[in-house]
């Protein structure tokens, strides 16, 4: 008679504990985790329901674009465009009602077509030129920023936009992206929604799709993909119009949110997208990451630069645990990611 042995369960335990921690966004749920329990601890006001919504509505402002740029640089590529991008699809939406005196649901789809031909413009000069994403869309940056004052003061004789509230179309189109619900004591903003199922799809997508096989293998070799039939171009214009559409999203809660925009505004707001993501798990050479990661990222952001306020610290402190959250997520995603290496080779 043979005698059964427990040895492939103690010995799988291992490797699926391995498996968990080779997960790009574990890192950043403890990291988060960690961080929550901290704020509850030192700042009492934190602790109210009210309090997380709008922690979670913090988060949504900065994690729809942050999910599109964690695309992006799965894919290889970057995007420092994309802070200014919000304010670019604002501006054009406003402006453009506001001088010709037309519906503003008119001006939101022209606006539209302009974020995502932007988009189209920075991955087919990347593409085309072989130029570095970083230097291609660091132009568009200064472009973009430069349009925005230059026209916004040459149409209305300042750097802010008019009044829209008065507009065709300004309630329907608030609803859609600027309306709230209340949830007991607390205040839901749509676009916490909204964020949700653009992590969803995202995380679908990679998940899934064909799409996000064709993303993962444009970030971690474009040659390889390439010479296995993965549409490279068509790919990595795809994503960098993926951003320009969610950047165009946010734009429109902005404007509809608070009825006018600063030209000024979004500068910064690309490298808050990109911490948001690389804490969440992406690697800053591509080919390795997810949504829930760079949600996750965005969340982490939301809570502290709100946690900072609630505690009654000098919010200038903000900038120094970006910088310090930064250097952590770039040690624990190159080890995490020698984990998921070191499991796939054994």
């Not at 042995?5 to 985790?33: C, F, S, Y």
């Not at 960690?34 to 509505?57: E, M």
């Not at 009044?163 to 608030?174: K, Y």
């Not at 995380?203 to 039939?229: E, K």
């Amino acid at each position: 008679m043979t005698v059964a042995t427990a040895e492939p369960r103690t010995r799988t335990a291992p490797i699926r504990l391995g498996a968990l921690l080779a997960r790009p966004e574990v890192g950043a749920l403890v990291a988060a985790l960690a961080i929550f329990v901290f704020f509850l601890l030192v700042a009492p006001s934190f602790r109210s329901t009210a309090s997380f919504f709008t922690v979670l509505y913090q988060s949504s402002t900065i994690g729809i674009v942050a999910v599109g740029v964690g695309l992006l640089m799965i894919g290889g590529e970057f995007d420092l465009s994309a802070g200014v991008m919000p304010v670019s699809a604002g501006l054009v939406n406003s402006m453009f009602c506001w001088y010709f005196g037309i519906n503003l649901w008119v001006g939101a789809v022209l606006s539209l077509a302009f974020c995502l031909a932007v988009g189209f413009v920075n991955g087919w000069l990347v593409m085309r030129t072989g130029i570095p994403s970083f230097l291609i869309t660091l132009g568009t940056f200064f472009v973009l920023q430069g349009a925005n004052l230059g026209v916004t003061k040459l149409v209305t004789g300042s750097v802010s936009s008019r009044d829209i509230s008065a507009i065709d179309g300004f309630a329907s189109l608030q609803k859609v992206f600027a309306s709230s619900f209340t949830l007991g004591s607390a205040t839901v903003w749509i676009t916490v929604l909204w964020w949700i199922l653009f992590v969803a799809l995202a995380a679908w997508t990679l998940q899934r799709a064909r799409v996000g096989n064709w993303i993962y293998a444009v970030g971690g070799s474009a040659d390889s993909a390439r010479a296995v039939g993965v549409p490279v171009v068509r790919t990595k214009i795809g994503l960098f119009m993926a951003v320009s559409f969610l950047g165009w999203f946010v734009g429109m809660h902005t404007l509809y949110r608070f009825n006018t925009l600063q030209a000024g505004n979004g500068v910064g707001n690309e490298f808050l997208y990109i911490i948001a993501a690389v804490v969440g798990g992406t690697l800053l050479t591509g080919g390795y990451g997810n949504a829930i990661g760079a949600a996750i990222g965005a969340f982490i952001f939301g809570m502290t630069s709100l946690g900072i306020v609630y505690a009654g610290w000098d919010p200038n402190w903000f900038k120094a645990f970006l910088g310090v959250m930064l250097l952590l997520a770039v040690l624990v995603n190159t080890y995490v990611k020698r984990l998921a290496t070191k499991g796939q080779t054994s």
